[in-house]
Every structure is written in structure tokens, then in C-alpha cells.
């Protein structure tokens, strides 16, 4: 069984930055593709970035250029770093390892408050 462990949030002022980290136990978390998403409340949780397991990464429309995501799998964590922070981004954030189609763990989520 996989365990995800994020980290990192908190309250932060509008345009300043955060970095989440999301520990994963287990041996095989180099392999498998690893994503962020976050639910804001009265909204569906949505996809955030996605990192596979060759380092490649891509990014929701709403996040480029602002977001980072990246891994270290000699420490089996997957990190977001999110920059020029706004209101919008404000919700719990989720990591998520995709071992399949039909097999995918989630973290407990770590909330993101972006408030002056």
C-alpha cells in the first residue's frame, strides 16, 4: 500500500510563493507518473500538473509559467512550486501517484489559503 504525505501549505499574500512537497513510501515511486490537483470548496477537485516518471512535465492553462512541479526519487518526493500566487489558487492541494488506468493513491491534501 502506498502512503502520500503532502507538506508545505499555509497562508500566503496575493503575488508571493509556496513550495508543497508530497513524500511517497514504497520502492517503486521512480517509476510511476506523479500529479498535483486541488479542490477549492464548491468546486470540483481539477488537475494541476503532472510529472512522469522520466522527469517530463506538463501543466494545466491556468498554472504555466507560475507552477513548477518537480521530482527527487532519491527522496521519493514530488514537489509544486507555486509563484505569483492569486486568490484563485487558493484550495486544498492533492498529490497523486497514477501506477495505472486503474490503480492511482492519493494524499490527505494540505490547504493553500491565498489572502492579504
Known amino acids: 500500500q502506498v502512503q502520500l504525505v503532502e507538506s508545505g501549505g499555509g497562508l500566503v499574500q496575493p503575488g508571493g510563493s509556496l513550495r508543497l512537497s508530497c513524500a511517497a513510501s514504497?520502492?517503486?515511486?521512480?517509476?510511476?507518473?506523479m500529479a498535483w490537483h486541488r479542490q477549492a470548496p464548491g468546486k470540483q477537485r481539477e488537475w494541476v500538473a503532472s510529472?512522469?516518471?522520466?522527469?517530463?512535465?506538463i501543466y494545466a492553462d491556468t498554472v504555466k509559467g507560475r507552477f513548477t512541479i518537480s521530482r527527487d526519487n532519491a527522496k521519493n518526493t514530488v514537489y509544486l512550486q507555486m509563484s505569483s500566487l492569486e486568490p484563485g489558487d487558493a484550495a486544498v492541494y492533492y498529490c497523486?501517484?497514477?501506477?495505472?488506468?486503474?490503480?492511482?493513491?492519493w494524499g490527505q491534501g494540505t490547504q493553500v489559503t491565498v489572502s492579504s
Open positions: 510529472i512522469s516518471g522520466g522527469s517530463g512535465t
Open positions: 514504497g520502492s517503486m515511486f521512480s517509476r510511476y507518473t
Open positions: 497523486r501517484m497514477i501506477v495505472s488506468s486503474i490503480q492511482t493513491y
